[in-house]
């Protein structure tokens, strides 16, 4: 079994950063592919960003020149940085891991592992 634990929400002003954090514990072993996805109040879940085992990321296109992902396999964990974040940004944030895997991707049935999530809230 795999666990995955956010931190880092909270609220954060418009323009402003934050980073997020999932560490990884459990069988860490056998997580290739990891990815952050977030759900806004009367959405679905949506993939935002992801790392391949194959080292490649994925972005949602809207969000990759303010979103950046990454990861330090020393300390198992998952990084997401949300730089210049807007309203529309605020939402529970969602760390995801999967097996087998090798590009990149934000499809939601491809992982097999969730966190709790964490919430961002962008307000002034």
């Known amino acids: 079994q795999v666990q995955l634990v956010e931190s880092g929400g909270g609220s954060v002003q418009p323009g402003g950063s934050v980073r997020l954090s999932c560490v990884v514990s459990g069988d860490t072993y056998s997580v290739s592919c990891m990815g952050w996805f977030r759900q806004e109040v009367g959405n679905e879940r949506a993939g935002v960003a992801a790392l391949g085992s194959d080292g490649s990321t994925s972005y949602l296109w809207a969000l990759k020149d303010r979103f950046v992902i990454s990861k330090d396999n020393a300390k198992n964990t998952l990084y997401l940085h949300l730089n210049d974040v807007r309203r529309e940004d605020t939402a529970m944030y969602y760390c995801?891991?999967?097996?087998?895997?090798?590009?990149?991707?934000?499809?939601?049935?491809?992982?097999?592992?969730w966190g709790q999530g964490t919430q961002v809230t962008v307000s002034s």
């Open positions: 995801a891991a999967a097996g087998p895997c090798g590009t990149a991707t934000l499809k939601r049935y491809e992982y097999n592992y």
